[in-house]
């Protein structure tokens, strides 16, 4: 069965800094990764995904994640922290079945000035 | 751009009530989906459904819960007789294709039931 776990509940940056966020995978077949992102009071919105194309994902705002199978990660980073990336940031993985699209447990993002 | 609604935003009832959320999804797509969120856990897969037929369900999905696309527009959720434990954030989501193959899946803002 396929399984994200995310690392860090919480993760807090300054303004201008590196963001990284965690996600490892776990999945008998090759996985296809998202991340997700939302806004208070919005719901999910797609930041980027992996589909086997390239292992160097780029997705808006800036974000990209690179997937990498020797570590079952799929880690997503931003070279520069703004303000308003300040949210809950979900990994996902969805294996063969219809729709089952399996969610990390999120990482809320906190930019300081 | 197109979006998923979802209506209430929030939504109050007592325990043995049943409750409706009901969901728009994107007008040209064919696969639907709830999730649910309850506080401070995961997004959890529900149900997924296609050409007016449950697709696949997780074990959360028991028989307590049906959906329905009563018309051409709506997606509805119902829950028969509400529980504390069914109160959570409720996601409905919807795809063009499969969500399978790593096609994506647009999320609505979420109906926050809470049971008393």
């Known amino acids: 069965a396929q399984s994200v776990t995310q690392l860090g509940s919480h993760v807090s940056v300054s303004e201008g800094a590196l963001v990284l966020l965690r996600c490892n995978y776990s999945s008998s077949v090759p996985p296809y990764l998202f991340w997700y992102v939302q806004y208070p009071n919005q719901g999910l919105q797609l930041l980027l995904k992996?589909?086997?194309?390239?292992?160097l994902v780029k997705g808006i705002n800036g974000f990209e994640a690179e997937f990498k199978k020797s570590e079952t990660s799929f880690h997503l980073t931003k070279p520069s922290a703004h303000m308003s990336d300040a949210a809950e940031y979900f990994c996902a993985v969805s294996g063969s079945s219809f729709g089952d699209m399996r969610f990390g447990a999120g990482t809320r993002l906190t930019v300081k000035p | 751009e197109p979006e998923v609604t979802q209506t209430p935003s929030h939504q109050v009832t007592q325990m043995g009530q049943e409750v409706i959320l009901r969901c728009v999804p994107i007008s040209n797509h064919l696969y639907f989906y709830w999730y649910r969120q309850i506080l401070g856990q995961k997004v959890e897969f529900l149900v997924s459904?296609?050409?007016?037929?449950?697709?696949?369900k997780s074990e959360i999905f028991d028989d307590q819960f049906s959906v329905e696309r009563p018309d051409g527009s709506n997606f509805t959720l119902k829950i028969r007789s509400t529980k504390l434990e069914d109160s959570a954030m409720y996601f409905c989501?919807?795809?063009?294709?499969?969500?399978?193959?790593?096609?994506?899946?647009?999320f609505g803002p979420g109906t926050r039931l809470t049971v008393l």
């Open positions: 989501a919807s795809s063009e294709r499969p969500g399978t193959g790593g096609n994506e899946q647009f």
């Open positions: 992996y589909t086997s194309a390239a292992t």
């Open positions: 459904f296609y050409n007016n037929e449950i697709s696949e």
